[in-house]
């Protein structure tokens, strides 16, 4: 399965394995994956950048359809990358192009909180927002705030546990080999 931003999160977690240890926290940056949705904030946000409004750069976009689309598994995938801190956001309440969509994403989003702090994330490194198409003063403050919080937390130093913590133990195999992951279904097995 490709994750619709694999190249992006795989250049930030490589950047932060050699980054993390060798800046001082005086030069550390934080590294922001947006998730966004393409009918409102990932136009606002191109309306911040036509007016030439300043902005942090430390935030990459990934635009999507609708905030209601975006699976929790890539907010984990991007943690799990190396991202400092991952902002989600889209259209206003009742604001839509999908009718319902960022309901479905307010909800699940707060359902969410609690498994990341049971991963090991630290929910404060995730923030939600709504910007319309025509706030791109709304987006440079939201992202703003964003990277000055994620700043004052420090570099995410736990994406490197994070697979570890949840993988498989090793296991003997019928033939005395020892093997990681989880063990592979038989026949037999499959119909005890």
């Known amino acids: 399965m490709r994750w619709p931003c694999e190249q ?31 009918w409102c904030t990932y136009t606002g946000a191109d309306l911040a950048g036509t007016s030439r409004l ?28 190396g991202a400092d801190g991952v902002l989600v956001s889209g259209c206003h309440p009742f604001d839509c192009h999908y009718n319902t969509g960022n309901f479905h994403a307010r909800r699940r989003w707060t ?3 609690a498994l990341l702090d049971f991963v090991g994330i630290d929910s404060a490194r995730l923030h939600f ?25 420090g570099p995410f130093q736990a994406y ?12 003997i195999t019928d033939h005395g080999e020892e093997r990681e992951g989880a063990p592979e279904k038989t026949k037999e097995s499959a119909h005890a």
């Open 8 to 38: 992006d999160m795989n250049t930030i977690g490589s950047h932060n394995e050699t980054h993390a240890e060798t800046t001082t926290p005086a030069s550390w940056e934080p590294k922001i994956i947006a998730f966004v949705c393409n």
């Open 160 to 171: 490197r546990t994070i697979n570890r913590r949840f993988a498989f133990p090793p296991y």
């Open 54 to 81: 300043k902005q942090p750069p430390q935030a990459r976009l990934i635009r999507v359809p609708c905030t209601g689309r975006i699976d929790p598994l890539f907010i984990i995938k991007a943690f799990e990358s």
């Open 111 to 113: 359902l969410f909180r």
């Open 129 to 153: 927002s709504w910007v319309s198409a025509s706030e791109g003063k709304k987006w440079v403050d939201v992202i703003t705030k964003v990277v000055r919080d994620v700043r004052a937390r």
